[in-house]
């Protein structure tokens, strides 16, 4: 909002309109000040509204900052589960497609404003506000978790990965393949093009290394029928 600009001169928006207003700007306040040094008057004037509005939809602070991460999160799974939705089920190349994939949850999933911005939140509130985070735990990262060991348990069963626990395995290629760019995020960057692809290009190498099945070079179905001719 231009400063000294009353609120009451913009135009009229509907309920939702200003509720989505007031999250967007907390979310880029919180993000820049801190929960701590975040106020409800610089999140109104922010968003164009006037203090009272902020309450009435939100109420305190802490419930607004809640609503936030709520907001970011519901947000980031539409993403990821959109993402996780071209996972290649069935392979031609296995490490070389599951390369497009990290790069696809990277720039769509993680490199992301909503991602960079409830990493942001998360790092720097995390430790001392869990409590804040404790819907984040169960609906964030344990649901992509899930989605994506079943994706990982049906290559297993049918022979392209060696895998006991589909759970670790959808952990530790979420954690390797996005491994390298987070110096870069702790500083506040933005990884380039090159260094999303090289990252998920060495991250999956590691995981396959894991738990590709190396006496399995093809598939078993081209595999039979190799042997058969």
Excluded at 58 to 65: I, M, P, S, V
Excluded at 71 to 93: H, K, M, S, W, Y
């Amino acid at each position: 909002m231009k400063p000294g600009v009353s609120p009451d001169t913009f135009p009229p928006r509907s309920h939702e309109a200003k509720r989505l207003s007031v999250v967007e700007a907390a979310a880029s306040v919180f993000c820049r000040e801190g929960f701590s040094g975040a106020n409800i008057d610089l999140i109104a004037a922010e968003a164009g509204v006037s203090r009272q509005t902020v309450y009435n939809h939100h109420g305190d602070k802490e419930k607004l900052f809640i609503a936030v991460v709520r907001d970011l999160t519901e947000r980031c799974n539409a993403g990821i589960f959109a993402t996780i939705a071209t996972f290649p089920d069935q392979p031609v190349d296995l490490e070389a497609d599951l390369v497009d994939f990290a790069v696809r949850m990277n720039r769509n999933c993680i490199c992301n404003r909503d991602g960079r911005f409830l990493r942001k939140l998360i790092q720097a509130e995390g430790e001392r506000y869990p409590e804040l985070f404790a819907e984040w735990r169960e609906q964030g990262p344990g649901r992509t978790w899930s989605a994506l060991a079943a994706r990982f348990a049906r290559l297993a069963y049918a022979d392209f990965l060696s895998i006991d626990d589909p759970d670790v395995a959808a952990r530790q290629f979420l954690g390797l393949v996005n491994a390298e760019l987070q110096i870069t995020f702790m500083l506040g960057g933005m990884p380039s093009e090159d260094e999303v692809l090289q990252s998920a290009t060495n991250g999956v190498r590691t995981f396959m290394r894991a738990f590709g099945r190396h006496k399995h070079a093809a598939h078993p179905a081209r595999k039979s029928a190799l042997v058969s001719a």
